[in-house]
Structure formats: C-alpha cells, structure tokens
Nanobody
C-alpha cells in the first residue's frame, strides 16, 4: 500500500544544481518524517537529509550542509531535495525513505551523476 517514488536524477556538471522529487502514497503523508539517502558503488549508504512532517525542520550531515535543502509539499504528498554546488563525490543513487509503523519503505532510487 505504501509507495515511494523518486524522480529528477540525471547528469550535472560540478558546481551545478539538481532537484529531486519523492512522491509518496498510502499513508497520512503530513504525519511522517521523510528522509533522503544516497549510496555510491562500493560505499556505505549515507543519510543526506531529514524533513519533519510539517517541513519546518530539517537535518543534514556536514557533508551536504549548506549545499542541499530538503522541503516538502504536503498537499502534493511530495518531498524535494534541492542540491546546489554539486561535487563529483555527490554522485550516487538517491533514495527516499519513510518509516510507517514498524518498517521502512524505500523508493526505487534515482541516479545522480556529477561529472564534467
């Protein structure tokens, strides 16, 4: 019933920007914290943003702080990840996650490649 779908990935040059979207359904969207993760080949999955239900509070690790901005539109059941000043090391599959009840639901992921 719960579904999470990411879109917006692609190829971008270093220093460029990209906005990812995550559309969710199957639960009361505004009541749940949403998170963005990324994973590059051979590397550990990393949390890159967390957005509270209202969208008024966000949390970022130092690796993306000041460059990435997470937000949400609860009327559209969508969360966003605005990525600015992108670096090659940001290259990864970006996934959206929500914990509903006792389990986590993940989207299929969207590829972000930062390269010249």
């Amino acid at each position: 019933q719960v579904q999470v779908v990411e879109t917006g990935g692609g190829l971008v040059q270093p220093g460029g920007s990209l906005r990812l979207s995550c559309a969710a359904s199957g639960f009361t969207f505004s009541s749940y914290v949403m998170s963005w993760y990324r994973q590059a080949p051979g590397k550990e999955r990393e949390l890159v943003a967390t957005v509270t239900g209202t969208g008024r509070n966000t949390i970022y690790p130092d690796s993306v702080k000041g460059r990435f901005t997470a937000s949400r539109n609860n009327a559209e059941n969508t969360v966003y990840l605005q990525m600015n000043s992108l670096k090659p090391e940001d290259t990864a599959v970006y996934s959206c996650r929500v914990i509903v009840g006792s389990r986590a639901y993940w989207g299929q992921g969207t590829q972000v490649t930062v390269s010249s």
